[in-house]
């Protein structure tokens, strides 16, 4: 009796050749591979998230991948962002262009498209109509709530993704089988009382696990393997290593969701979005909620002094602080100011960071 086991063939096609490993998964085939060559994704938001999905789908041999993300790379992205190195950072690379020359040195196979733009109501429809699958990269309940919006809409599915300190949230979206991002999270919660990545920090380690349950669910998704679809709210600990699996599905019976139910999408609409203006010759952004809202200057002063931010100071009616370089004023109504850049894109990703959910 031999122990020597015997090689298995390997595929003649030379595409599947390349896919040889993930071929002869059961779960996979042939006809998985060959319908994830012919699918078309749009990622939105390439940062944490962003960058480990999209070089999990481009590995992977997704077809077609758009990147669509407004921000440059700076030194402590490398700390997670797995597709950007300092060369990136001093040749000046917006993100979305830095993850094309990369994942293209990777996969020449894989037509990956770079957009270097601020994702909000006005252009996402362009952007996306060409997609069967959206993809979460982004760092705001703003943007996702404009995702949802549009593949309520629109029928499309999505994956939503979200990480902050040592844990993240993971949970499929399949527009009339599943709950809805709103029928689990209806509003945002406070700003204040939410901490994001640059106030709270983030280990890398819970980016890369979010990312790759977000990149298996895209893949059941574009291979047709919708019964195989993960239907809970995943919850992640890094640290403790505790999974969590919350069943969501009594959501999707009849609710009031506002969005998949009552179908009004006033993200989408531009109803719900944040405005900005350039305050001419300021060097300072205006930034504007789409609903007014009433901030807790003490929890946000509690929430910024945790992060790298410096002066931070309140009274009654507003709150100063400053932090990488740029000087931040906000209102009480959830009005805010950036001083420091002219550029509107630079100074809603100052805002979601720092004062943002
Ligand atoms: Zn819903």
Redesign the pocket.
Known sequence: MTTTPTPPSEPRDPLLARYARQVRLDAVGVEGQHRLSHARVVLIGCGALGTVLANTLVRAGVGYLRICDRDYIEKDNLQRQVLFDESDIEAGLPKAQAAVRKLRRINSAVHVEGVVTDVNHTNIETLTEDAELLLDGTDNFETRYLI?DLC?KTGRPWVYGAVVGVSGLCMTIVPGET??????FEQAPPPELSPTCDTAGVLGSVVNIIASLQAVEAMKLLMGRRDDINRHLVHVDAWSGRFVTMNVRS??EP?D?????RRRFPFLSGQRAVSTTTLCGRDAVQINQGTATSVSFSAMADKLKRSNACAVSFNEFMLRATVDGYELTLFADGRAIIKGTADPDRARSVYARYLGH
């Open positions: 949802n309520v709950p809805c991002l709103r029928c689990v959501s999707s609710n969701c506002p969005c998949c139910q």
